[in-house]
């Protein structure tokens, strides 16, 4: 590990203007390939107190031995001089989009005396006409296919043609007239290109002029009693529009332009790309890349448009590109882009109407692609056992963690706190194994010692598994562990949550299946940093288990904490087992989450109506509907409750003195002006109580 004052730069030596910088290790191989507006204020970032610097960083200038740099005139040239090293160096520290298959394109190879159309992958040639890029190269078939009864242009490869031509006979799409057939002279070269051109011209999305000129001469066909030449026609405009469906009009005004989405965690983003030409969908591709430096969303977006647009000229480049972030600073690089086309391109945020509305669906296809990505990424077993290995490495295990379990604390301002618990088998979910608990201890918000109540009461259900099937017996007592467990519980204050864990699982084990909490992980991760670990390693501590490993894994920087550890444990950015910690943690914290706003729902939802024995939802619905309010019940007679049908006497007195003793509700209240409104007849949740616009918890703090 080099130390980066060992090739600082002196003093004075940085120019400050704009430029491209080269870091290089210690064989001369370029690792990062950067821009800057000033080079000197540039560099000067990365030759700090280590200690300041993001992880990725950090990893990145102690790999590095050297630093070089070229000065520009402007920032549109250090962007596309910064292109051009990328492509060349390929600089292992820099994002670089991977994908997993090249995007076949429907080609119209106009360089050609007789124009062919085909499916075509890799580079663009020069004199080529491009459509796409597709999803599937059958999707390109099936499109052609429907066209050529209209437009019969050539498809065979430069071989069949020839033999075609020497021999004098067409191939079989010539004898069914999906083919012109120029190779035998039945059209001339300038009426086959002539062809060719339609094609381009409906596939670019001028359509609609086209269809009008046949149903015309269907018409006209028809008067003049040539009805099969008009059967024929009829039968071509089926196809064309049959063509059009495939990509529906998702923009009316016919517009041209580029929609880049990304998503993103603290590891990998995915970038999807929707290319819309006349206001249709003509084609879709993605990228997956890891994020091997401190980046944001704008510079993701820079990257995308640099790989996107690198390689293209003309109307390649569309008038308009919607993004989800702006590049810093977004003019050379929308200087860059309309020196491309040749011409103006805006690079916006689409704020309003239809095209956000696509800004979204693209949005969530990128989500999908990551999720799908990692989905991959999980299932496959020798990952996962790398992953497994490189935990057990890093924590200092005698063997690989099989099964993991994951904590995490939820609460909305210190109320509804709740934990969850994810079990991961052999680096997977076992969702038939996540448990939910309710903080019962203490009441407030404090996530350490609701972790250290979390921990005692999932293993002291563990230890009293294993005493009652006699794998262990403290001391010799029959029933010594359940009564020190009582004790222990009363002691911190967790008795009651611990006994209603009893009540819910039992510990009966009638059916000869292992109980819930019957298996010990090998390991135990907390979300949070060394408090959480701490509380965690004390309490298993207290419970004398020291056969089970403790980490947390903190989200700012994804360091991992062991207990009685002053520094964390950080793992490379690349490992699989980073990926795997992550993977469980965000997996607990989602579990956790949803629960707390399950339970918190149904705290909103309650009414005193619930307390009444005997009172189901029928007659409560039936109570509301005659009084219309919670409000005008409760102010209510006996008689009058009692003119309710199936509403007994006897039944409206318990009734009334459930509402009497019941804390009559807050008023709605408008979030926008504060003013207090009065209740109205039907402005009820399921519970009775009025129901106000937007989420009041939500307002009043941020979930953990």
């Not at 009685?564 to 910690?581: A, F, I, Q």
């Amino acid at each position: 590990m080099a130390d980066p004052s060992s090739y600082r730069p002196k003093p004075g030596q940085i120019p400050d203007s704009p430029g491209v910088y080269r870091f290089r290790d210690e064989h001369r191989r370029v690792i990062y390939v950067g821009k800057a507006k000033s080079l000197r204020q540039r560099l000067a970032n990365y030759f700090q107190d280590l200690t300041n610097l993001h992880p990725r960083t950090r990893t990145m200038v102690t790999t590095a031995a050297s630093v070089e740099w070229t000065v520009v005139s402007t920032e549109v040239e250090a962007l596309q001089l910064e292109y051009s090293w990328i492509k060349e160096f390929d600089p292992r520290f820099n994002v670089k989009y991977r994908d997993d298959k090249s995007y076949p394109y429907l080609a119209v190879t106009m360089n050609e005396e007789f124009p062919r159309v085909q499916v075509m992958r890799g580079h663009k040639r020069k004199g080529v006409r491009y459509f796409g890029p597709y999803a599937h190269a059958w999707a390109i078939r099936d499109t052609v296919d429907l066209l050529l009864r209209v437009f019969p242009v050539r498809t065979c490869s430069a071989g069949v043609f020839k033999n075609a031509a020497r021999t004098g006979r067409p191939c079989l799409l010539g004898y069914i007239g999906k083919c012109s057939a120029p190779c035998v002279g039945r059209v001339d070269p300038e009426e086959h290109r002539e062809l060719a051109e339609e094609f381009c011209d409906f596939m670019a999305g001028r359509t609609g002029t086209y269809l009008r000129r046949l149903e015309k001469r269907m018409t006209e066909a028809a008067e003049e009693m040539e009805y099969e030449r008009a059967a024929r026609l009829r039968d071509d405009i089926e196809a064309l529009r049959k063509a059009m469906e495939k990509n529906a009009v998702v923009l009316a005004d016919a517009t041209d332009a580029d929609l880049i989405a990304v998503a993103e965690d603290e590891l990998e983003a995915a970038v999807q790309i929707f290319h819309v030409r006349g206001g249709r969908v003509r084609g879709q591709r993605g990228w997956v890349t890891d994020k091997v430096e401190e980046i944001t969303t704008g510079a993701l977006v820079e990257h995308a448009l640099q790989q996107l647009y690198g390689e293209e000229k003309g109307d390649s480049v569309p008038k308009e590109v919607l993004v989800p972030a702006l590049p810093d600073p977004v003019e050379p690089v929308q200087e860059w882009l309309a020196d491309r086309r040749g011409s103006g391109v805006s690079l916006r945020i689409p704020q309003r109407g239809d095209k956000k509305a696509l800004m979204e669906t693209v949005q969530r296809n990128a989500q999908q692609a990551l999720v799908l990505h990692k989905t991959k990424r999980a299932s496959d077993l020798t990952t996962r056992s790398r992953a497994l290995e490189e935990i057990a490495e890093a924590l200092d295990l005698d063997s690989a963690p099989l099964r993991i379990e994951c904590y995490d604390i939820s609460h909305l301002q210190g109320d509804d706190v709740v934990a969850s618990m994810v079990v991961f088998e052999d680096g997977l979910q076992r969702k038939s194994e996540y448990r939910r608990f309710q903080i019962k201890g203490f009441e407030g918000q404090d996530d350490v010692r609701s972790m250290h109540e979390v921990i005692t009461r999932r293993f002291r259900r563990y230890l009293a598994e294993k005493e009652k099937t006699g794998e262990w017996v403290e001391d010799g007592h029959e029933d010594g562990l359940a009564g020190e467990a009582t004790a222990a519980l009363q002691a911190d204050g967790t008795q009651a949550g611990f006994q209603a864990d009893l009540e819910m699982d039992g510990l009966k084990n009638e059916d000869g299946r292992p109980k819930k909490f019957a298996y010990p992980p090998q390991l135990v991760v907390v979300d949070g940093g060394q408090p959480q670990v701490a509380a965690a390693k004390r309490a298993l501590d207290e419970l004398g288990i020291d056969d089970v490993a403790v980490c947390g894994l903190a989200k700012r920087l994804e360091e991992v904490w062991l207990p009685d550890e002053d520094d964390p444990v950080v793992l490379p950015r690349t490992s699989e087992g980073l990926y795997l910690l992550q993977r469980v943690r965000d997996e607990a914290h989602r579990f956790a989450i949803t629960y707390q706003r399950t339970k918190r729902a149904k705290r909103f939802r309650s009414s005193p109506l619930d307390d009444v024995p005997g009172l189901g939802d029928t007659r409560k619905q039936a109570l509301l509907k005659h009084f219309g309010s919670l409000k005008r019940l409760r102010s209510a007679t006996i008689d009058q409750i009692c003119e309710v049908p199936g509403i007994g006497r006897k039944t409206a007195e318990t009734i009334a003195v459930a509402l009497a003793q019941a804390a009559p509700a807050a008023p709605a209240v408008n979030t926008a002006t504060g003013e207090i409104m009065e209740e109205e007849p039907g402005t009820m949740g399921s519970g009775g109580d009025p129901v106000t616009t937007g989420a009041p918890d939500e307002r009043r703090g941020q979930e953990t």
